[in-house]
């Protein structure tokens, strides 16, 4: 049976605003919002134990160290779907940019998060640190550059969902009343839709995503050297951060397939997100598989095939010790069970194939997350080697308590941005509406797309 791929839009841009709009009015219960909510306070709890017990044991923050460069990698970096094809023209991308751009809510979270991991960087003086070449640079060099670089993030992150949402809030304040309307008002400003506007927008849009991604990279770049290779002894890795991008990349991608899914299935947008939504991202998907294992694999055969005493123990920490386990069962969820199950044709072009192959990914970026910052944060920077590998640095109820929050935190952060910001891009999809005509070719009806860009 042929099914159609592509998303059954109202007849008119008229009609699809305001279908549209009647779902963004009527956002639901709020069941999701309190329960979130509800998780998103024991992670407060959770983050509450663990300040309590100081800074001294840097091995103790391993499981939040591996949860803030969890959410770096899957919810911070959703955003890259929507600048990436936005800057390809990808017609099948616009009813899902939204979807992703939303995630960038979740960056204040993340913001917050990393300060008191700014009090576990060591001392400059007496280990290897990426900034020794600075003579007489100052001890805070490190936590002054990584905050900087995250709050760019965030603020790169928030002005590229502003400025692409504006027209929408326009649209959305025109059509409500009340209090809701004077909240939209004071969002839109003084947006009437003139041409000096629109190329406002179209620019701030490009500018904003494309140093949305700059940044992500450098922040996973400092992230892994300050929180991972720096702290074990002996880890001489420049394709590690490289590789930390990719996975990111890769996981940022499925978390935005799982969020689709759920605003296919519980957020009544079925007849905008059809079969094109999620077989495109999985066919990007795949490659990105491939790169996690190419990366991890220039990465691992170096240390593989040196042996030096160092590297042998650098593979013990973070590999074939303690956690190999947890490696191993990363290494199933990250590339195995992922590039099985989207070669398979009838997989990849589904609508559950790739939320599911997205679902193992998450859980795979999670343990890989694990097993490299919690080892890390187990051992003594300061030496030429590993002298002796440490045990499992085994979650507690604060660990358990923070990860419940920060998933609750982050479907708290991305419903309640929905509330404001129609989840579904208004003025991309009436666009997209306006550019296309079906045509008949020999016995076929195809879609003609215009792009005057």
């Known amino acids: 049976m ?16 305001q279908n549209l709009l009647q779902r963004f009015y009527n956002p639901g219960s709020g069941l999701v919002l309190a329960l979130s909510g509800l998780l998103f306070l024991l992670g407060i709890a959770g983050f509450a134990m663990r300040l309590s017990g100081g800074f001294e044991d840097r091995a103790a923050w391993g499981f939040y160290a591996a949860t803030f460069v969890f959410l770096l990698s899957t919810a911070q970096a959703a955003p890259c779907l929507a600048v990436a094809t936005r800057l390809s023209q990808g017609y099948w991308r616009k009813p899902i ?12 979270l993340n913001l917050l998060l990393l300060l008191p991991l700014l009090a576990l960087i060591p001392p400059l003086e007496g280990r290897r640190t990426f ?16 905050l900087l670089g995250m709050l760019g993030l965030v603020v790169c992150g928030l002005g590229l969902l502003y400025t692409s949402a504006l027209p929408d809030i326009a649209a959305a304040r025109d ?10 008002a004071a969002l839109a400003g003084n947006w009437v839709g003139t041409a000096h ?16 991604l700059i940044i992500l990279v450098g922040v996973n770049f400092l992230v892994s050297v300050e929180y991972a290779i720096t702290l074990v002894p002996g880890w001489r890795d420049p394709i590690f951060p490289a590789y930390q991008a990719v996975s990111s990349f890769q996981a940022g991608l499925a978390t935005v397939i799982i969020c689709v899914g759920a605003l296919r299935a519980f957020g009544g947008y079925r007849q905008y997100l059809a079969l094109d939504q999620f077989w495109n991202p999985a066919k990007i998907l795949l490659p990105l598989t491939l790169l996690w294992f190419y990366f991890w694999w220039c990465s691992f055969i170096i240390f593989w095939y040196g042996r030096t005493p160092a590297e042998v123990g ?3 920490v973070i590999m074939f010790g303690p956690y190999r386990t947890v490696f191993i069962l990363g290494f199933l969820c990250s590339f195995v069970i992922p590039l099985l199950l989207l070669i398979w044709n009838p997989i990849r072009t589904s ?11 998450l859980i795979g970026n999670f343990l890989d997350r694990v097993r490299i910052y919690a080892a890390s944060f187990s051992t003594d920077p300061f030496g030429q080697r590993v002298e002796q590998v440490p045990a499992t640095n085994f979650p507690d109820l604060a660990d358990v308590l923070l990860l419940i929050g920060a998933v609750g935190a982050v479907v708290f ?6 509330r404001f910001i129609p989840p579904l891009s208004l003025w991309e999809l009436k666009e997209g509406q306006l550019l296309t005509r079906v045509r008949s070719l020999i016995r076929n009806q195809v879609v003609v797309i215009g792009k005057p860009e």
Not at 4 to 17: I, S, V
Not at 97 to 108: N, Y
Not at 413 to 418: D, E, I, N, R
């Open 351 to 361: 609508i559950k194939g790739p939320i599911i192959v997205s679902v193992f990914i």
């Open 97 to 108: 940019v939204r979807a992703a751009e939303l995630f960038t809510a979740v960056g204040v």
């Open 197 to 212: 506007q629109w190329k406002i927008v179209r620019t701030g849009v490009t500018y904003f995503g494309i140093f949305y």
């Open 131 to 146: 900034w020794m070449a600075w003579a007489g640079a100052p001890q805070t060099i490190p936590q002054a550059v990584l």
């Open 314 to 316: 650098v593979l013990q």
């Open 2 to 17: 042929h099914v159609d791929p592509r998303p059954h839009l109202p007849e008119t841009p008229r009609a699809l605003t």
């Open 413 to 418: 952060l991305y419903s309640l941005a929905s």
């Open 175 to 184: 059509h409500a009343s009340g209090t809701r309307r004077s909240l939209l």
